[in-house]
Nanobody
Framework: VQLQASGGGLVQAGGSLRLSCAAS????????MGWFRQAPGQEREFVAR????????FYVDSVKGRFTISRDNAKSTVYLQMNSLKPEDTAVYYC?????????????????WGQGTLVTVSS
């Protein structure tokens, strides 16, 4: 099983980035997908999740209206479109797969994790 996250980088405040996470070795459509982030010295934080068929999404309050999670089951890929980025969004972003219908905010409910991609937002 491999979750390969990409798309991170350095961006100025107010800018945008699109993260991608390509999955292999799993039946992608059987997994809810989530994005988490971890800033230096902080615990891993839930950011967004999407149900198996992509019909329902959930977000942490701090990113609502700015971030959009989506998935393409034909490509076994989940995305995180991040707009109006703020310096406090700086973190390593991780994608994760949960063998549940709706996913969860809890990292312990996820079965597989990607390696992380660094997002740095400068002020």
């Amino acid at each position: 099983v491999q979750l390969q996250a990409s798309g991170g980088g350095l961006v100025q405040a107010g800018g945008s980035l699109r993260l991608s996470c390509a999955a292999s070795g799993i039946t992608f459509s059987s997994y809810s997908m989530g994005w988490f982030r971890q800033a230096p010295g902080q615990e891993r934080e839930f950011v967004a999740r999407i149900t198996r068929n992509g019909g329902v999404t959930f977000y942490v309050d701090s990113v609502k209206g700015r971030f959009t999670i989506s998935r393409d089951n034909a490509k076994s890929t989940v995305y995180l479109q991040m707009n109006s980025l703020k310096p406090e969004d700086t973190a390593v972003y991780y994608c994760a797969a949960s063998f549940t219908v709706v996913g969860s905010r809890q990292p312990s409910d996820y079965n597989f994790w990607g390696q992380g991609t660094l997002v740095t937002v400068s002020s």
